[in-house]
């Protein structure tokens, strides 16, 4: 089955604590995205990445990192993860142009206390 | 900069009544428009785009670049359309930038 994947679906960690949220897809979609999702506030792009080895800025990138080794694999790593990160995060994918349309992954609750 | 403006955060219709969630862009380029859903503790998932000028579950949606709006409608609502709705904006040389409005909530009245 074609999916974006990502793991894990909750987690709940103290500020300060290095943590990664993974997503892989298996459809070898260049693109790859991250977004966090906020009440009131949408869907707020992360990161994005046009293929392996070429990442980029979205529009809140302060305080995560990504990065693209592999087509399928896009981690996002908060170094040091702070309660306005609380969030829903959501992992997408698409084939070279957006035109065809994200599959979006299952999302990550992240609650950091 | 490119900004989608959804004014509706809820949207609610009986049964059976006409939908219509509202879609405004800004943008200076030529516009690739779409509608995402989003069910109760679901993932996103596309609905439609603009340039396949499809109907999808019943709903349509026309690209007005006069008014720079890309309104969702249907002509009689489903319990089942409840759910969150995103209005979306690719821009970007290779349009790989997706600007999502704050989304609207279509809650549907039996």
């Known amino acids: 089955e074609a999916q974006v994947t990502q793991n894990p679906r909750y987690l709940i960690t103290v500020t300060g604590k290095k943590l990664t949220v993974t997503c892989s897809q298996n459809m070898n979609h260049e693109y790859m995205s991250w977004y966090r999702q906020d009440p009131g506030l949408g869907l707020r792009q992360i990161y994005y990445s046009m293929n392996v080895e070429v990442t980029d800025k979205g529009d809140v990138p302060e305080g995560y990192k990504v990065s693209r080794k592999e087509k399928r694999n896009f981690p996002l790593i908060l170094e040091s993860p702070s309660p306005n990160q609380t969030s829903l995060y959501f992992c997408?994918?698409?084939?070279?142009?957006?035109?065809?349309?994200?599959?979006f992954g299952s999302g990550t609750r992240l609650t950091v206390v | 900069a490119q900004r989608v403006t959804q004014p509706e955060k809820l949207l609610s219709v009986f049964k059976g009544a006409p939908v219509e969630l509202k879609c405004n862009y800004s943008y200076s380029g030529s516009p690739e428009l779409f509608w995402y859903v989003q069910y109760s503790r679901q993932r996103l998932q596309l609905l439609l785009r603009?340039?396949s000028r499809e109907s999808i579950k019943g709903f349509t949606a026309d690209l007005n670049k006069g008014e720079t709006s890309f309104h969702l409608k249907k002509p009689f609502a489903q319990e089942e359309d409840s759910a969150m709705y995103y209005c979306?904006?690719?821009?970007?040389?290779?349009?790989?930038?997706?600007?999502f409005g704050k989304g609207t909530k279509l809650s549907v009245i039996p």
């Open positions: 603009h340039i």
């Open positions: 979306a904006l690719a821009s970007g040389a290779g349009s790989y930038q997706l600007t």
């Open positions: 997408a994918s698409s084939p070279r142009h957006t035109l065809y349309g994200y599959t």
